[in-house]
C-alpha cells in the first residue's frame, strides 16, 4: 500500500467534515506539511485576480508565509496582478497537489504586507532576483530578451559591491481568508469537499456534494 497516498475511514469518506480541524488554517497545516513529503513544490499556488471591469487573471506564484493572518506571496507592484488588486482587492487562490489527489482552495480580501515585512523577503533573497526587480517592469512589453538581460547587466554596474535595497516599487500581498475548500479525489469522480466558511467569530463547515 501506498503510504503517501490518503486512506479511507471507515464510511469510505477521505476527507470527512465530521472529523477535519475546526480551524481551516491548521487543516491546511496538516495538509500542507504532508504534501511537502509528496511533491517538489508544495508552496506553488494559482493567484487568480480580477480588475475593475471583472475581467479575470490567472498566474502561478509562490507562497512565502502563512498563519491565522493570512498568505502572503511577494511580487512587482507595477505588474498585472498588483493593479488588478489595487482596482479589486479580491483574490482566489488554488493548491493542487496531485500525487495526494488534492487541492485546496482559499478565498478572501488582499492587502498589502507591511514595508518591514516586504524588506525582510527582499533581503533574504539572492542578489540577483534583487537586481532582477530593478532591471524588469513587469508585465510590460519588451524588445528581446537581449533587451533584458541588458537592463540586468546596467543595474549589476550600478550597485556594484553595494547592498541591493528593496525599490519601492516590490512587495507583498496577503490574502485574509474568509472562505476555504478542501477537496479530495474520490474514485469515480465521487470527490470529498469541505468548505469552510466564517460565520461570527468562528467558521462553518460543511460538506459539498462533488
Request: cysteine-free.
Amino acid at each position: 500500500m501506498d503510504s503517501t497516498q490518503p486512506q479511507p475511514g471507515p464510511d469510505g469518506a477521505l476527507l470527512d467534515e465530521r472529523t477535519v480541524d475546526p480551524d481551516p488554517v491548521a487543516q491546511f497545516g496538516h495538509w500542507y506539511e504532508e504534501a511537502a513529503a509528496a511533491v517538489d513544490a508544495p508552496e506553488a499556488l494559482a493567484l487568480a485576480t480580477a480588475d475593475a471591469a471583472g475581467h479575470p487573471s490567472v498566474r502561478m506564484v509562490l507562497l512565502k508565509s502563512w498563519g491565522a493572518d493570512g498568505f502572503v506571496f511577494f511580487t512587482n507592484y507595477d505588474g498585472r496582478k498588483s493593479h488588478d488588486l489595487e482596482e479589486n482587492p479580491e483574490a482566489a487562490l488554488l493548491f493542487y497537489w496531485e500525487p495526494l489527489g488534492r487541492q485546496v482552495r482559499v478565498e478572501g480580501a488582499v492587502t498589502r504586507t507591511s514595508e518591514a515585512e516586504s524588506d525582510d523577503y527582499y533581503a533574504s533573497r539572492d542578489v540577483r532576483s534583487r537586481i532582477g526587480a530593478y532591471a524588469s517592469h513587469q508585465s510590460r512589453p519588451i524588445g528581446g530578451r537581449a533587451e533584458l538581460d541588458a537592463a540586468v547587466d546596467r543595474w549589476t554596474a550600478e550597485f556594484g559591491d553595494r547592498e541591493v535595497p528593496r525599490p519601492a516599487w516590490w512587495g507583498g500581498w496577503r490574502v485574509t481568508p474568509r472562505a476555504f475548500e478542501f477537496w479530495q479525489q474520490g474514485l469515480h469522480r465521487l470527490h470529498d469537499r469541505v468548505r469552510y466558511e466564517l460565520s461570527g467569530d468562528g467558521w462553518r463547515v460543511e460538506r459539498l456534494q462533488p
